[in-house]
């Protein structure tokens, strides 16, 4: 019956956890918008302070205790009309780690089918009083419209062709933690521009945060006025890779075409995949991400992916909890504030 | 029809039939218009007759709108013939064409015949109706043109519906033409336009949104033309929108061919830019333009180039319209707002107000054969009373139409309907 000895891991969580803790209270501020719909909405030093107190949660998720009482009593609804289990994933062990309570929802399978409108759903859903409300939808501007009916905060988790902020924000914390910073760095962002929010919420915040961003793609998958977003356009993926720094590849959206952008996958593979060879052309330090899940060998090859000296897919998909736990515990301090959206 | 013969006094008469603008009084008696004068007072009137003051506000043809979109049969709680009749009598609109896109269609007479008696019982404004160019909105069989023509059709429309094959839309046109009917057709690439919900570039680009590009428009308009000028049939060209298609239609019109173009008041007062929160008010088809097409429009507008402005009426209850962008029904609610509208081209000095009126009343009914649109004597007595000046903002709450999707909503705007006539009875009187 005595009592079991502590274990040294033990013992090292029971060490850290109150420096993580001091390190995530010392970087906490509320975030100056009521919800997390666009890059748009935010200024420099909000996105660096984003990051900064992402990094101290990348601590915490490392560390044996990963609970924090940050959002405790909140309650967080994630509501995916389009599924992912990723996202949902990332955006429910971000919110559990902060002390919040969560429920998942797929409205597909309930009302949605059955003639009630998206703001019906929001408006029953609001009358439950959660605090945070994580949305997927296939609609471009879906989350916007959500976030003028309901009176808890919303988090867009990608709508449509439109936005994917988090994704960006994940995108920038593993950027910066591979490089030191942003500012200055060439990153070429490379495939689907057209149907890709990850392209749209990245090449805004990318250059919010000083990056040189470059667009390479067919131009049957770039977006009518892609060159006046302040990217440099490229048709030619070898030319837009030459010299960068990053290159982040988009997932060819293969159950969004509608019709034939690209003639074949193996066409699109030899001119817009990224092989080693393409690699070659890019800096010598060069890093390789990509949102996920990957077609591999369609718009990316196996060997560059698993590359570990240069891809950084792994860690962006860690990194997406700790800049999702930034985004809900900054709304949350906002909400502390008393400070309710549509009240 | 009025018991007594009424005379309104002290007006300015707005007349685009003998282009006269200016002092005027008129009686009424037995529904049509029986004298005109060109001076504020009628000299000798005999101690019956009834006299209305019109206090130096614009006396004028009541508006005629060959573009409205009902939701009877078929879709009742959108809109019905009477609540868009009342929503017409609000707006001074005294004549309305509804379309034949309904459930079931109008591609036959019966179900012509049952909205015009339908109408009929209603008394309000006159409401006639536009027969389908095919059976069923498909584009594939002509639907009963002549019969439909018998029954009182006044031009044939597939409606939103592109008419894709060619050789459909030839014989449409020339059977058409037997039966001395025009065929109003939008155009639109059907292939460049499925799916597309914004015009492309840059902000739609942004927005995320499918788009298609603004010359779709020109391409199919250009395809409409070649077809009226191989059959000789009149063609009306549905809400044109872009300077692109407007030279297109510069360019057949001197070569001789009997097109009328409309525009509707949408693509006259909006731009793409209105789109930018995803305000689904604004989805309109064909989708709201740059700013530089909208103002080549108001030029042709100006101009003549484009003959008819239209209200484009499209009804859309909330559960059509409260939804993502891409997923809202497309269309505006107009009968109410048109008027207003329309004058605001006038206020900002871009259209005389003579000119502007013609493109409501005097143009459409002589497109579509009515006696109505004209201060003249015997014609039908379809009149509007109206406070050009007056401000009002527009309350999408308060619109009468049943559905209230108007894009104008909390718009400032300029025009006032004090009095509605049609066939000499009083029925719209504003209530201020």
Avoid at chain 1, 119 to 144: E, Y
Wanted: glycine share 8%.
């Amino acid at each position: 019956m005595s009592p079991a000895p502590a274990t040294p891991i033990a013992c090292a969580a029971m060490r850290d956890a109150p420096d993580i803790e001091s390190g995530v209270r010392a970087r906490m501020f509320a975030l100056s918008q009521p919800h997390f719909i666009s890059v748009a909405g935010l200024n420099r030093p909000e996105a660096e302070r984003l990051l900064d107190l992402a990094d101290a949660f990348v601590g915490l998720s490392r560390a044996r205790e990963k609970k924090l009482s940050l959002l405790r009593g909140r309650t967080l609804v994630n509501m995916f009309f389009e599924s992912s289990t990723r996202t949902q994933s990332s955006f429910e062990i971000a919110a559990k780690r902060l002390g919040a309570d969560t429920v998942n929802m797929s409205p597909r399978t309930s009302s949605v089918t059955k003639g009630e409108t998206l703001i019906d759903t929001a408006v029953t859903l609001n009358a439950m009083k959660p605090d945070l409300l994580v949305v997927r939808h296939a609609a471009s501007g879906a989350a916007a419209l959500l976030s003028q009916k309901v009176g808890c905060s919303v988090i867009n988790a990608g709508d449509g062709w439109h936005e994917h902020p988090t994704q960006a924000l994940l995108d920038a914390l593993t950027i910066r933690r591979a490089f030191g910073t942003v500012s200055g760095l060439t990153i070429a962002i490379c495939g689907d521009v057209l149907h890709s929010r990850v392209a749209r919420s990245n090449v805004g915040l990318l250059q919010l945060m000083g990056a040189r961003v470059r667009l390479v793609g067919p131009p049957t998958l770039m977006p009518s006025g892609a060159d006046q977003w302040g990217a440099e356009v490229f048709h030619d993926m070898r030319a837009g890779v030459a010299g960068v720094d990053v290159v982040m590849m988009l997932r060819l959206q293969l159950e969004r075409m509608d019709g034939a952008f690209v003639p074949s996958t193996r066409e699109y593979f030899r001119f817009f995949g990224l092989d080693a060879e393409k690699l070659a052309l890019a800096a010598p330090h060069v890093r390789v991400m990509h949102p996920g899940p990957m077609n591999r060998g369609v718009e990316i090859e196996s060997g560059v992916a698993d590359n570990l000296d240069i891809s950084l897919i792994q860690q962006q998909v860690e990194m997406g909890v700790a800049a999702r736990m930034a985004v809900l515990a900054t709304l949350a301090a906002r909400l502390d504030d008393g400070d309710r959206p549509n009240v | 029809m009025s018991e007594r013969p009424t005379a309104y006094l002290n007006a300015r008469l707005v007349d685009p039939a003998s282009g006269y603008d200016g002092p005027g009084a008129l009686i009424v008696a037995e529904g049509v218009i029986a004298e005109v004068a060109h001076s504020y007072h009628i000299a000798n009137l005999s101690p019956d007759i009834e006299m209305i003051d019109c206090g130096g506000q614009a006396l004028m043809p009541g508006l005629i709108d060959l573009r409205v979109k009902t939701g009877e049969p078929g879709a009742e709680p959108k809109e019905t013939l009477k609540s868009a009749s009342r929503a017409a009598a609000v707006g001074g609109v005294t004549s309305i064409v509804v379309q034949p896109d309904t459930d079931p269609a109008v591609d036959e007479p019966a179900v012509l015949d049952f909205i015009l008696r339908r109408a009929r019982d209603i008394e309000l404004v006159h409401v006639h109706a536009a027969g389908a160019a095919t059976r069923g909105l498909k584009g594939v069989h002509m639907a009963e043109i002549g019969l439909m023509a018998e029954a009182g059709a006044l031009y044939f429309t597939d409606v939103d519906q592109p008419l894709a094959d060619s050789k459909v839309f030839r014989r449409v046109l020339s059977y058409a033409k037997a039966f001395d009917r025009p065929v109003a057709h939008r155009p639109a690439d059907p292939y460049l336009s499925l799916g597309a919900v914004a015009t492309e570039g840059e902000l739609a680009g942004r927005l995320g949104l499918p788009s298609v590009p603004a010359i779709a428009e020109r391409i199919a308009l250009e395809r409409d033309l070649a077809l009226a000028e191989l059959t000789g049939a009149r063609l009306i060209v549905d809400q044109i929108t872009t300077a692109e298609a407007l030279d297109s239609l510069a360019r057949s019109r001197a070569r001789g061919t009997h097109v009328t173009a409309t525009a509707s008041i949408n693509h006259l007062s909006f731009n793409e830019v209105d789109i930018g929160d995803y305000r689904t008010f604004y989805r309109v088809d064909p989708p709201l333009r740059a700013e530089d097409d909208r103002q080549a429009l108001i030029e042709a507008v100006a101009s003549g180039l484009v003959g008819v402005i239209t209200s484009a009426h499209t009804p859309a209850p909330p559960e059509d319209k409260r939804l993502p962008f891409s997923e809202a029904a497309p269309g505006a609610a107009g009968l109410e707002t048109l008027l207003p509208a329309l004058l605001s081209l006038y206020h900002e000095g871009r259209c005389d107000l003579i000119d502007l009126i013609r493109t409501v009343t005097l143009a459409p009914a002589e497109l579509l054969g009515l006696a109505a649109g004209r201060l003249v004597r015997g014609a039908p007595a379809d009149l509007i009373l109206c406070d050009l000046e007056a401000p009002v903002v527009i309350d999408a709450a308060k619109l009468i139409s049943k559905s209230k999707n108007s894009p104008f909503d909390g718009r400032r705007l300029q025009g006032r309907v004090v009095l509605t006539v049609v066939d000499g009875r009083v029925v719209y009187r504003s209530g201020v």
